[in-house]
């Protein structure tokens, strides 16, 4: 094998272009995906994604990569190629476009999507301005600068899932995120390791691979394990109200769904915005072609006999405001549970981070009479959507790349892939595991680390759209903690402090009712400080900090609790 | 059989005493456990453990039961005995003796963790007061009021756990927490099914049985089953740094690291106060029976090369404070990571909502150059100390007892138990899921639900030892999310406001300093709502909630954020 093949020999110098890979946001938080490939003056973004806050990040919905590189080479941007229609490498395109109108090239169904996001708040300004261009498997190959793209067909959890081919005056590179090996997919066609083998034999220089699942022994499972799930639970739920919840965009769950309800003679009924707004986003592309008379509205469903109806429903993460948790409660508008329901879990079994959540729901409905299926307790109720160890292999195996760059896992994952390389016989040394921001340099086939990025989250708060400065998420934290202890200090305008008249205000910190004796404690130990002669103070900001740290530690001593002080001074 | 053999026939009637069990907490939040078994003018309780707070329970270290019946009730309680040394079945136990100090029947094991507890604040004051009785499957069956109570062997993943059999006027109830079938435990003998199926025999009125892996097919594996597990990894990272972290409570698991160190020619070094605090216990009381040189002091490790070394370290939740968590960030006193050092996580894989803090602690081990081995990479790292099916479906059958409470579980948990028993051939009638506060009374040889007790979670701040008020806690929730914004208007003694005086006060709601055109349209608006004629109010409390309502909607409407807003007069 000849790696540099396909580049010619050039003389090394520091002004020579390279090119490279940036992994500028998502690789080791796993969400909110974003590649930047750059070769001299060209610049295309792979993905834009949302990700979603830690615990710790209150009041934040959302996490949108750091766009100021991008932003800083903006007249380098040709364009943005998004792989398939997840939030993870979708949901941040808005925020670009609002910052850098650049061209997108994605399937019809990705189109969709961004179409129905931007067709409303807060988003709406966006609405059809978007430059989009269709690409797919079947479109030609593009070419922006020195980049010439072309997509492959992989299978994951969303239809239409690409692979990209992207071809650079260094060599070829296959950008492959999100992925699994399905040979009886449901609404797609098989992964392309035809169209993947044929450039491995030509000679590619790096594989991007999702990593995701490679602690997962041998070969992910097929969609079409599911096709008796549904018409099993059909028939042994004759008569009985029946729920299934799964994520919005599987779009092949539902067919499956909804095949199947039909079949058993019985109605959908779409519970849920997202659900909602998802399917009816696969119906006009085609993707769902079942006849109008199959849905039952919302509204109508009361009409009809529960037996008769099948409730594809939001809210499979367990979602506080989601219409499962709503119905779970007994406060959905419209769909009330009746005894002896069968609610069906068709989702990730181990979500992170929302394992509670889930359960929560689970119980409610379990009190209230229903009885749950999900994965613990029944087989094939869902496959993942990601390659497990035997995929992964079988990629890297067979496009023979001489470098490797895993994406879509934390580092312990990317670990494991390089592991997984190392097995496979060649070089650790070939896998670059990159963190945000992280940069990789191809120059006359030889790879290393170039120089990282600097990025930072960017939080955007519950409202969708502003950004939340990480001073005022760390004064949540605090608040969040113990709470806040404000103290109101009169003065004269020469000046001159009255400590008698001090006033205290606190939320979180003592149940103020319960513990009058604390509060007029603490106004005692303020005015004490201020009969040590601390009535007058030429340098406020000083004297502030000097009285509140004297008070957080009064309070510490008094509580043990250590809530937000803040000393303030009111000219009367 | 006859299950209400042991019982004479009585007259009924509102007044002839029953038997009442009360699942008052734990049950179905899994952790806090306490039962209490109440005949007439005798109670007895069955453990007292704390739980851990939800999300959203913001400065909560621990909840503890609702101690509201018991002190009620004082003059009944005739003892608490404890089934094993778990947290979530003695951590609350300090916290209940100082309300009321009644006779505890424990282990020798569960004696010493309780003493280690209260010998250190904040609850010194209970040192050497605790009315210990031993209690063991080796000790006399102790006569309490009405009730007869033994113990008896069963398996777990702390040492010397017991089931207990409660004789009562009624029948005969067996209290199984926690619990699995092992026939090759590593430091107890094996679950004593002998005794139990002789119980099982002479008739059982009710089994309260784990529940907590019923979803789990097959029986549970043996914790011999990790007896080649250490002595591998010692062989293969010979002359390597190694760590192991695992739950201090797990005495066994010490033993088998600590035995195969010994043949490996490795020294032990403990590193972390819980594990420091259990493992001396555990030696006092004979459990780990090693000599003192195979203990090197924490501070005395780099004195020995690493490879000499084996690290028992705390931390395999990923706790942010944990010796483990300092160790992954460089910021450990005394042991300092070796390049190429090898982490072992010899824990459970899947805590409920800890993932996050333990991915964490993993992905800073492997970027500061450790190897990580946890159970997704390879097998028997750990094994669970709950049954699995056939462990719970074993003991219900040969127990056969006349009714089932599942206990230890979630109300999912519980439903599926209830299944098992029905698929057992027994009426699902007979099983009883029972919330917190909810009552099972026994009669003449039957069973229904009794009156419940209303209880409220009890929280306990991060000092370890006070109450927080529900109220504070629904306050810090509110200031996580969207901070604070306190109004300071100044008023004379005569009640008038000078509403052009204005100040405010604002945390965690927007970043002040980039926000001045807000702050100062917030006083405009403040200003001007005076202006129409609020410039003097009789009921002010009427006039602080109406403006603070109005602010509350100003601020929305401008930046679609929440904050709490506290208006608050100060007289001048």
């Given at each position: 094998?000849?790696?540099?093949?396909?580049?010619?020999?050039?003389?090394?110098?520091?002004?020579a272009?390279?090119?490279?890979?940036?992994?500028?946001?998502?690789?080791?938080?796993?969400?909110?995906?974003?590649?930047?490939y750059e070769?001299?003056?060209?610049?295309?973004l792979?993905?834009?994604?949302v990700?979603?806050?830690?615990?710790?990040q209150?009041?934040?919905?959302?996490?949108?990569?750091?766009?100021?590189?991008?932003?800083?080479?903006?007249?380098k941007?040709?364009?943005?190629f998004?792989?398939?229609?997840?939030?993870?490498?979708?949901?941040?395109v808005?925020?670009?476009?609002?910052?850098?109108?650049?061209?997108?090239?994605a399937s019809?169904?990705?189109?969709?999507?961004?179409?129905?996001?931007?067709?409303?708040r807060?988003?709406?300004?966006?609405?059809g301005?978007?430059?989009?261009?269709?690409?797919?498997?079947?479109?030609?190959?593009?070419?922006?600068g020195v980049?010439?793209?072309s997509?492959?067909?992989?299978?994951?959890s969303?239809?239409?899932?690409?692979?990209?081919?992207?071809?650079?005056?260094?060599?070829?590179?296959?950008?492959?995120?999100?992925?699994?090996?399905?040979?009886?997919?449901?609404?797609?066609?098989?992964?392309d390791?035809g169209?993947?083998?044929?450039?491995?034999?030509?000679?590619?220089?790096?594989?991007?691979?999702?990593?995701?699942?490679?602690?997962?022994?041998?070969?992910?499972?097929?969609?079409?394990?599911?096709?008796?799930?549904?018409?099993?639970i059909?028939?042994n739920g004759?008569?009985?109200?029946?729920?299934?919840t799964?994520?919005?965009?599987?779009?092949?769950r539902?067919?499956?769904?909804?095949?199947?309800?039909?079949?058993s003679?019985?109605?959908?009924?779409?519970?849920?915005?997202?659900?909602?707004?998802?399917?009816?986003?696969?119906?006009?592309?085609?993707?769902?072609?079942?006849?109008?008379?199959?849905?039952?509205?919302?509204?109508?469903s009361?009409?009809y006999?529960?037996?008769?109806?099948?409730?594809?429903?939001?809210?499979?993460?367990g979602?506080?405001?989601?219409?499962?948790?709503?119905?779970?409660?007994?406060?959905?508008?419209t769909?009330?549970?009746?005894?002896?329901?069968?609610?069906?879990?068709?989702?990730?079994?181990?979500?992170p981070?929302?394992?509670?959540?889930?359960?929560?729901?689970?119980?409610?409905?379990?009190?209230?009479?229903?009885?749950?299926?999900?994965?613990?307790?029944?087989?094939?109720?869902?496959?993942?959507?990601?390659?497990?160890?035997?995929?992964?292999t079988?990629?890297?195996?067979?496009?023979?790349a001489?470098?490797?760059?895993?994406?879509?896992?934390?580092?312990?994952?990317?670990?494991?892939?390089?592991?997984?390389?190392?097995?496979?016989?060649?070089?650790?040394?070939r896998v670059?595991?990159?963190?945000?921001?992280?940069?990789?340099?191809?120059?006359?086939?030889?790879?290393?680390?170039?120089?990282?990025?600097?990025?930072?989250?960017?939080?955007?708060?519950?409202?969708?759209t502003?950004?939340?400065?990480?001073?005022?998420?760390?004064?949540?934290?605090?608040?969040?903690?113990?709470?806040?202890?404000?103290?109101?200090?009169?003065?004269?305008?020469?000046?001159?402090?009255?400590?008698?008249?001090?006033?205290?205000?606190?939320?979180?910190?003592?149940?103020?009712?319960?513990?009058?004796?604390?509060?007029?404690?603490?106004?005692?130990?303020?005015?004490?400080i201020?009969?040590?002669?601390?009535?007058?103070?030429?340098?406020?900001?000083?004297?502030?900090?000097?009285?509140e740290?004297?008070?957080?530690?009064?309070?510490?001593?008094?509580t043990g609790?250590?809530?937000?002080?803040?000393?303030?001074?009111?000219?009367?």
């Open positions: 094998m000849n790696f540099s093949g396909t580049t010619k020999e050039r003389t090394p110098g520091s002004s272009p390279k090119l490279k890979i940036y992994t500028l946001s998502g690789t080791e938080s796993v969400t909110k995906n974003l590649t930047v070769y001299g003056d060209d610049i295309i792979v993905d834009c994604g990700g979603f806050p830690d615990m710790d209150y009041g934040v919905n959302v996490v949108i990569p750091d766009f100021t590189y991008i932003l800083e080479n903006s007249h941007i040709r364009g943005l998004i792989t398939h229609g997840h939030e993870d490498h979708i949901g941040a808005p925020y670009l476009l609002r910052e850098l109108n650049i061209p997108i090239y019809k169904l990705v189109q969709g999507f961004l179409n129905e996001r931007v067709s409303d807060p988003f709406k300004d966006l609405a301005k978007i430059k989009f261009h269709l690409f797919s498997p079947e479109t030609e190959e593009v070419t922006l980049f010439r793209v997509a492959f067909c992989t299978n994951h969303v239809p239409s899932s690409t692979g990209l081919a992207i071809s650079t005056p260094e060599g070829m590179v296959l950008h492959m995120a999100d992925y699994k090996i399905d040979w009886t997919p449901v609404l797609d066609p098989p992964i390791l169209r993947i083998s044929e450039l491995g034999r030509k000679g590619v220089l790096c594989l991007l691979s999702d990593c995701l699942n490679v602690t997962t022994e041998g070969y992910s499972k097929s969609e079409m394990d599911l096709n008796d799930t549904f018409s099993g059909f028939k004759y008569g009985r109200q029946i729920l299934i799964t994520i919005s965009s599987n779009i092949a539902m067919f499956q769904i909804i095949d199947a309800a039909i079949k003679g019985r109605k959908i009924v779409l519970a849920g915005r997202s659900i909602d707004q998802s399917v009816s986003v696969a119906r006009r592309l085609g993707y769902l072609p079942f006849a109008d008379d199959v849905f039952v509205k919302d509204g109508d009361s009409k006999k529960q037996g008769d109806l099948v409730y594809i429903i939001a809210g499979c993460y979602q506080e405001g989601s219409a499962l948790a709503r119905f779970s409660r007994g406060e959905h508008d769909v009330k549970l009746v005894d002896n329901a069968l609610v069906v879990f068709s989702a990730d079994p181990n979500p981070g929302v394992e509670a959540d889930v359960e929560k729901v689970m119980s409610a409905l379990t009190l209230a009479g229903a009885e749950v299926l999900y994965s613990k307790i029944q087989n094939n109720l869902h496959v993942s959507g990601h390659g497990t160890r035997g995929d992964l079988t990629i890297a195996a067979i496009t023979k001489k470098f490797y760059i895993p994406i879509g896992g934390t580092i312990t994952r990317m670990r494991a892939y390089t592991n997984m390389i190392g097995e496979l016989g060649i070089g650790k040394d670059f595991e990159c963190m945000e921001g992280d940069c990789v340099e191809f120059y006359n086939g030889r790879a290393s680390k170039g120089q990282k990025i600097e990025t930072k989250p960017v939080f955007i708060d519950n409202n969708g502003d950004e939340v400065n990480p001073i005022v998420i760390r004064d949540r934290d605090q608040l969040s903690s113990d709470g806040v202890f404000v103290v109101v200090i009169p003065a004269s305008q020469s000046g001159q402090f009255y400590p008698e008249k001090v006033e205290v205000v606190t939320r979180g910190f003592i149940y103020v009712k319960a513990s009058k004796e604390l509060m007029d404690k603490s106004k005692q130990f303020i005015a004490k201020f009969d040590k002669g601390m009535t007058r103070s030429k340098d406020w900001q000083d004297l502030k900090r000097k009285l740290s004297r008070i957080e530690d009064f309070l510490r001593k008094e609790r250590r809530p937000m002080v803040i000393v303030h001074s009111i000219t009367v």
